[in-house]
């Protein structure tokens, strides 16, 4: 049974909340005995915390080469890496009905009049839209995961000294919106782009206009070698506190009856937008996919981070799950965290 700790959350009886106890039990069980390095563990049905399970992992913070051991528990921050895009993208959707951006049809330069030499025909046609759905054309890689490593695009972002210019000056690989292509690089410029359209710092944006109204209190942003905040991974949170913006979602933008972030914001994001493959696709700054349980496809939508941080949203079941993890180096993770989730999902009854 979830802890009682003063943050919201209502407690739900597992079979009140339409699991099967001990299937739900079993499956969380498994990975509190498991091998796998998983660190925490959130179930929330119709609204309310319904089981959750911490323990003891290897940890490594986004800054550090070296794992250090940590207790974890309900009221310990862990790193939520990637994560931290889907929060910024659920934030450009929050300050955009009130800051002077423009439709999302919007040429990215027309932010950046200082930049008039990469007004380029093919970087001309990548909108705002283009960066949420990771559709800009423009190169990046993401794919070597290995600590400080300089093959990695994302790398780049931590010491340059104009990391928005260095994104959008990357060469032209595709027509903007016709293919999928992972960047970090995108979301730090739609971080950059709220920044300049407010006048208010990105962490100030948050706290404000997404934490705050969630009652997150507890929570810390990373920042690059020059303090920026790193709004494509520093994200800091506890489990139960990424778990209310799972809620936030399956309630269409609404936290406890407040209007958080915009319905219509809430279901573009998890609208599949771009293909990514045969079974994922891509919204705005979110996956979605679809999982089989007992011959049934569900769909589903995601915010995933480095090592095996997971938030999924089930709308059918109405149901959010939280995976916290440490597997930083390990690029098939996801063969370790998708069946936890698809358990979870097994295990509900009615």
């Known amino acids: 049974m979830p802890a009682v700790i003063g943050d919201a959350w209502e407690i739900a009886d597992l079979a009140v909340a339409g699991f099967d106890p001990a299937e739900l039990c079993a499956a969380i069980d498994g990975v509190r005995t498991g091998k796998a390095n998983i660190h925490g563990l959130v179930v929330v049905r119709h609204g309310k915390l319904v089981a959750e399970m911490y323990r003891r992992g290897n940890d490594r913070s986004i800054w550090s080469p070296w794992t250090r051991d940590v207790e974890f528990g309900p009221t310990v921050l862990h790193d939520m890496r990637s994560i931290s895009k889907s929060v910024t993208g659920l ?15 919007t040429p990215v330069l027309t932010f950046y009049p200082e930049y008039s030499d990469l007004r380029s025909e093919g970087r001309m046609a990548i909108t705002l839209e283009h960066l949420l759905t990771m559709s800009s054309g423009l190169a990046w890689n993401e794919s070597d995961t290995a600590y400080g490593s300089s093959s990695n695009s994302e ?37 950059d782009i709220l920044v300049r359209a407010t006048g208010t710092s990105f962490k100030d944006l948050v706290r404000e206009e997404l934490f705050d109204p969630l009652g997150i209190r507890d929570w810390e942003w990373v920042g690059d070698l020059y303090g920026r905040t790193m709004a494509y991974s520093g994200l800091r949170l506890r489990p139960r506190d990424l778990a209310k913006i799972g809620q936030v979602l399956l309630d269409r933008g609404q936290w406890r009856g407040r209007q958080v972030v915009p319905a219509e914001w809430v279901a573009e994001s998890l609208r599949p937008h771009v293909a990514v493959s045969n079974a994922l696709q891509y919204g705005y700054q979110f996956w979605t996919g679809t ?36 597997d930083y180096e390990d690029r098939v993770v996801g063969r370790t965290v998708y069946p936890i989730f698809r358990s979870i999902v097994s295990a509900v009854r009615t």
């Open 91 to 105: 934030l450009f959707g929050v300050v955009s009905r009130h800051a002077s951006i423009g439709p999302l049809t």
């Open 155 to 191: 790398t780049r972002l931590v010491w340059d000294w104009s990391p928005s210019r260095f994104v959008l000056s990357r060469p032209v690989e595709a027509q903007a919106g016709s293919r999928f292509n992972y960047s970090g690089g995108g979301t730090l410029v739609l971080a």
């Open 291 to 326: 999982v089989d349980v007992k011959g049934k496809l569900l769909a589903w939508s995601a915010a995933m981070g480095l090592g095996g941080q997971r938030l999924y949203v089930v709308p059918e079941l109405d149901l959010a799950v939280v995976i916290a993890a440490g």
